[in-house]
C-alpha cells in the first residue's frame, strides 16, 4: 500500500513538471525574434547649456527635416529617459514609486523597431522595417511620427508597480512617464533637436504597429528630429 501511494506521488510531481515545461510564456515574454542588440555610446555627463537655458529654449516642434539622428544622439536621448545613473541598485533618470521601474522605451526608425535596455544601454532590433506610417495612422493621422527620424515611445507595465501599491500603481506609473518624458524633451533640446510629446492615438493599434507584448501599454509618443524653421 505504501508503494503505491508513493508511485502516486511521484507520478503527480512528474505530471506537474510536464506541465510546467508546457505552460505558455508570460507576457513579459517578447515575440520570437532572431534579436540583433546594438551596443550605444557612453552618454555625456556634461553639455553645453545650462538647464536655465534648456528650459528657456525648449517648445514642441512638429516639423522635422530629413536628417537622420545619430547613434550618439540617440543614445544620450535614451540614457536622459531612463538611463542607470547609480548602478548599485539600478536608479535612473527619472524617479519611479518603490523603485520598480515600470517604464520600457521603444525606438521607431525607418530600420525597425528597437527596445531599449537600461542595464547593458543597448538596444535590441524587436521588429524590422520601417512602421512610421502606421504609427501615424495610430495617432490619428497626425504626421510628426510619419517625418520624424526617429520617434521614441513610451509604454508601461502596469503591474510591477501594482504588485506594491496597488490601485494607486496607475497614478505613480503616469506620473513617472511625465517625468521621463520631459528628461526626453529637454536633452532634445540640449542637442540641438526638436520635439513634441504626443498623447492622442488608439493605444492597441500602436502596440500592434510595433508587435509589442500586450502588457506593454502605450502613454507617449515623441517625434525627435532636426526642426524645420
Not at 495610430?138 to 508597480?161: D, E, N, W
Not at 533637436?193 to 515623441?222: C, H, M, T, W
Amino acid at each position: 500500500m505504501k508503494r503505491r501511494k508513493k508511485f502516486i506521488n511521484l507520478f503527480f510531481i512528474c505530471l506537474f513538471f510536464l506541465l510546467l515545461g508546457c505552460a505558455p510564456a508570460s507576457e513579459e515574454t517578447s515575440p520570437p525574434f532572431n534579436k540583433e542588440v546594438i551596443s550605444l555610446p557612453s552618454p555625456q555627463k556634461k553639455g553645453e547649456l545650462s538647464l536655465e537655458e534648456i528650459l528657456q529654449k525648449r517648445r514642441s516642434k512638429r516639423v522635422f527635416e530629413p536628417r537622420e539622428l545619430t547613434l550618439k544622439q540617440i543614445s544620450q536621448l535614451l540614457w536622459a529617459c531612463q538611463g542607470i545613473t547609480d548602478p548599485s541598485f539600478g536608479g535612473r533618470t527619472a524617479p519611479s514609486a518603490g523603485a520598480l521601474y515600470p517604464l520600457e522605451i521603444y525606438v521607431v526608425k525607418k530600420e525597425g523597431v528597437f527596445h531599449y535596455l537600461p542595464e547593458k544601454h543597448a538596444l535590441e532590433r524587436i521588429k524590422k522595417g520601417d512602421v512610421r506610417k502606421e504609427l501615424s495612422d495610430a495617432a490619428l493621422g497626425q504626421k510628426p511620427p510619419a517625418k520624424a527620424p526617429v520617434s521614441f515611445v513610451i509604454t508601461a507595465v502596469y503591474s510591477r508597480t501594482a504588485a506594491k501599491y496597488g490601485e494607486r500603481a496607475e497614478r505613480y506609473v503616469k506620473l513617472e512617464a511625465g517625468h521621463a518624458c520631459q528628461n526626453l524633451l529637454l536633452q532634445a533640446v540640449a542637442l540641438g533637436l526638436g520635439a513634441v510629446p504626443i498623447g492622442a492615438f488608439r493605444d492597441e493599434e500602436v502596440q500592434e504597429a510595433l508587435s509589442l507584448p500586450s502588457n506593454r501599454k502605450p502613454l507617449y509618443i515623441v517625434p525627435i528630429g532636426y526642426p524645420k524653421e
